[in-house]
């Protein structure tokens, strides 16, 4: 039983992996949509952030049968605990790239974001990207150094976004409320996306320490 069990939970880590790997293409190609007015990258994102809803019920199913079927305590039962609330954060992190692609499709053929404010959405957009790309390896082998990163790695897009926040306040912005108001919006969904990282990671380092990670 033991050995069966171990397969599972062997299946249920590249379960998640392959679902991070996923969020982590749906914000590459949200922000490409973002920045460049893609029109075909945002509809795909919107497209495939069904693929992501079902990887994460698949996901959730498999957990539950193996629950009630391998009954798994102690530390076996931790990791599918822990696989559930991965699974959300992945759920989350998809929901926010597919608003994102949203944006940009509704602004289409216009740019959702003044040209101005394109390079500090780059930047939180690529520290989104390093972040998921960090939490699929922790995810594939979990390392409790790499986990904390993300905190780190966290601070950085927090920071991001309150030069956004700033920028969008100050007494010469002149591109309009409705363009404060989305520009505002999707700095919110980059930060969020961020967060739901970070709580991923410390589900991991929950189940590596034992401990859990206030922050």
């Not at 920045?35 to 990887?55: K, P």
């Not at 790239?97 to 394109?118: I, N």
């Not at 309009?176 to 961020?194: M, N, Q, S, T, V």
Request: net charge negative; glycine share 6%.
């Amino acid at each position: 039983m033991r050995i069966e069990l171990q397969e599972e939970l062997d299946l249920i880590r590249e379960m998640l992996v392959s679902t991070a790997e996923a969020v982590r293409s749906a914000i590459g190609v949200a922000t490409t949509a973002l920045l460049s007015a893609d029109r075909t990258a945002a509809e795909s994102v919107i497209t495939g952030d069904v693929q992501i809803n079902d990887l994460c019920w698949r996901i959730e199913d498999r957990v539950q049968a193996t629950t009630a079927r391998q009954a798994p305590v102690a530390t076996d039962l931790r990791v599918m605990f822990a696989a559930l609330h991965v699974a959300a954060d992945l759920e989350r992190m998809g929901d926010l790239a597919k608003h994102v692609a949203r944006t940009a499709l509704r602004a289409h053929p216009e740019p959702a974001v003044p040209a101005e404010l394109a390079p500090l959405f780059g930047q939180m957009a690529g520290g989104a990207d390093r972040m998921a790309a960090k939490l699929i390896r922790v995810l594939s082998e979990p390392d409790l150094a790499r986990a904390a990163e993300l905190d780190r790695d966290d601070n950085v897009v927090d920071r991001l976004h309150r030069d956004l926040l700033a920028r969008l306040l100050e007494p010469g912005w002149r591109y309009g409320a409705e363009a404060a108001i989305d520009a505002a919006l999707l700095g919110r969904f980059y930060e969020r996306y961020a967060d739901h990282a970070v709580n991923a990671g410390r589900r991991v380092t929950f189940l590596v320490s034992g401990a859990a990670v206030v922050g």
